[in-house]
C-alpha cells in the first residue's frame, strides 16, 4: 500500500481539499454533515463509521470508539480521541446524551443506519460538490489525509497506528512518505 497510485495519482486529500470538504457537507444534510466529520477527524473506515453505535460515543473522554472491522475476530476496539465541535455536532444531531441517558443507553443504536452504498454515495456527492477528483476524492482519500495530517503534526507513529486500526507498524509508516506541503512541513520541523 502507497500514498499514490500506478500513475502517480495521490491517494490522499490535503489540508486544503479537507477543508473545503468539510465546507462543502456543513451546506447539506445534518446527518451528511456528521458523517463527513466524523470521516475527516477520527480517520476510521467507512464501515467502521457506518457501525458506530450511540453507546461507543465518549463525549466525557472526547473519544469515539470504533470496532475494528479489518480484525479476522470481531469485538476488537479502539477509542479515537476527536474534537469537541464532532462531539457537539454529533449530539446536537443525533441525541447522543439524551439517548444515553434513556432505556438501553443507546447499546446497538447506529448514528446513521445506511448501506455502506449510500455511505459512500452520500461522501462522494460531497466531495463532487467540494470540487474534489480523483482518488484522493473517496472516504478513502479522507482515512489517508487523517494519516498524512497525523504524522505532519508530529503525533507519533504508534499513536497514529493505534488511532488508524493497523496491526503492523509499516502499514502506519507511509504516512511519514507524504509529499508536496505536508512534506515541506516536516522538513521545516528538521531545519527548525
Same mark, same amino acid.
Given at each position: 500500500?502507497g500514498?499514490?497510485?500506478v ?7 490535503? %489540508?486544503?481539499?479537507?477543508?473545503? $470538504?468539510?465546507?462543502e457537507?456543513? =451546506?447539506?444534510?445534518? #446527518? ?17 463509521? /457506518? ?5 461507543? %460515543? ?7 470508539? $470504533?470496532?475494528?472491522?479489518?480484525k ?9 480521541? %476527536?474534537?469537541?465541535?464532532? /462531539? ?6 443525533? &441525541? +447522543?446524551?439524551?439517548?444515553?441517558? &434513556?432505556?438501553?443507553?443507546g ?11 449510500? &455511505?459512500? =454515495? ?6 463532487? #460538490?467540494?470540487r ?9 482519500? /479522507?482515512?489517508?489525509? $487523517? ?21 503492523? /507498524?509499516?502499514?502506519?509508516? +507511509?504516512?511519514?512518505?507524504?509529499v ?7 522538513a ?5
Amino acid at each position: 500500500m502507497g500514498l499514490h497510485t500506478v500513475e502517480g495519482l495521490r491517494k490522499y486529500v490535503t %489540508v486544503g481539499e479537507r477543508e473545503a $470538504f468539510l465546507r462543502e457537507a456543513d =451546506r447539506g444534510d445534518r #446527518a451528511v454533515r456528521t458523517l463527513c466529520m466524523t470521516l475527516t477527524y477520527a480517520g476510521c473506515r467507512l464501515s467502521e463509521a /457506518l457501525a458506530l453505535t450511540v453507546d461507543r %460515543v465518549d463525549l466525557a473522554a472526547g473519544v469515539l470508539t $470504533f470496532e475494528s472491522l479489518k480484525k479476522r475476530r470481531d469485538g476488537v476496539y479502539r477509542s479515537v480521541p %476527536v474534537p469537541p465541535a464532532l /462531539l457537539e455536532a454529533l449530539d446536537m444531531v443525533h &441525541g +447522543i446524551r439524551e439517548q444515553q441517558t &434513556g432505556k438501553g443507553r443507546g447499546r446497538g443504536v447506529q448514528l446513521w443506519p445506511w448501506s455502506r452504498m449510500t &455511505g459512500w =454515495r452520500v461522501v462522494h456527492d460531497v466531495m463532487v #460538490a467540494a470540487r474534489l477528483e480523483g482518488p484522493h476524492a473517496s472516504p478513502k482519500g /479522507l482515512r489517508h489525509g $487523517f494519516g498524512v495530517a497525523a504524522v505532519s503534526a508530529g503525533i507519533p507513529l504508534n499513536l497514529v497506528q493505534k488511532w488508524l486500526g493497523h496491526a503492523q /507498524l509499516t502499514t502506519t509508516a +507511509i504516512y511519514a512518505d507524504a509529499v508536496g506541503a505536508e512534506e515541506k512541513d516536516i522538513a521545516r520541523r528538521m531545519w527548525g
